[in-house]
T-cell receptor, first 113, second 115 residues
Framework: AQSVSQHNHHVILSEAASLELGCNYSYGGTVNLFWYVQYPGQHLQLLLK??????LVKGIKGFEAEFIKSKFSFNLRKPSVQWSDTAEYFC???????????FGTGTRLQVTL | ETGVTQTPRHLVMGMTNKKSLKCEQHLGHNAMYWYKQSAKKPLELMFV???????ENNSVPSRFSPECPNSSHLFLHLHTLQPEDSALYLCASSQVDRVSNYGYTFGSGTRLTVV
């Protein structure tokens, strides 16, 4: 069965620092990849997604992610974080069985002023 | 509003009660899902419905019973729950075809407390 790993469980950054959150998956076939964000007390919402084409995907709020097929990775980046980026971030993969996504365990990002 | 509406937002129930969670999607999607989100645990897939048909039951105890009367509505019927079932229950919908899932839209969830 496919799996998704997010190795950073809790990340603390100062405002204006650069962010990179890791996501690795285990599946050798075609994948669709997603990053979701959950702000405190709010619902999970889509940040960005990759289906095909340019492996560098741009999402909302200045986030981007790069699909590196050879590394089975889809890391999330932002050049300069803001306090309002404090949230939990989930990587998700759709592989083989098209009807569901497999989620990572999430990374809690805390941005300090 | 996300296009996926869950009611109620909060629910407190005793272990002998029977209650139901409701989810409605206004996005024209053809798949719906129930997830359980507990503190310090990954999102747990419970049930998957494609075109109203249940296609996955992820070893969920029988005290949770899903119902999907049409492609826009999904229910989760609860009975004789345990305190460890206290969690945030999330509904999601998506558009799927033979090879792709185009991404979930989540509802705001129902915060369930079992006392």
């Amino acid at each position: 069965a496919q799996s998704v790993s997010q190795h950073n469980h809790h990340v603390i950054l100062s405002e204006a620092a650069s962010l990179e959150l890791g996501c690795n998956y285990s599946y050798g076939g075609t994948v669709n990849l997603f990053w979701y964000v959950q702000y405190p007390g709010q619902h999970l919402q889509l940040l960005l997604k990759y289906f095909s084409g340019d492996p560098l995907v741009k999402g909302i709020k200045g986030f981007e992610a790069e699909f590196i097929k050879s590394k089975f990775s889809f890391n999330l980046r932002k050049p300069s974080v803001q306090w309002s980026d404090t949230a939990e971030y989930f990587c998700a993969v759709n592989t083989g069985t098209a009807s569901k996504l497999t989620f990572g365990t999430g990374t809690r990002l805390q941005v300090t002023l | 509003e996300t296009g996926v509406t869950q009611t109620p937002r909060h629910l407190v129930m005793g272990m002998t009660n029977k209650k139901s969670l409701k989810c409605e999607q206004h996005l024209g999607h053809n798949a719906m899902y129930w997830y359980k989100q507990s503190a310090k645990k990954p999102l747990e897939l419970m049930f998957v419905y494609n075109f109203k048909e249940q296609t996955e039951n992820n070893s969920v105890p029988s005290r949770f019973s899903p119902e999907c009367p049409n492609s826009s509505h999904l229910f989760l019927h609860l009975h004789t729950l345990q305190p460890e079932d206290s969690a945030l229950y999330l509904c999601a919908s998506s558009q799927v075809d033979r090879v792709s899932n185009y991404g979930y839209t989540f509802g705001s969830g129902t915060r369930l407390t079992v006392v």
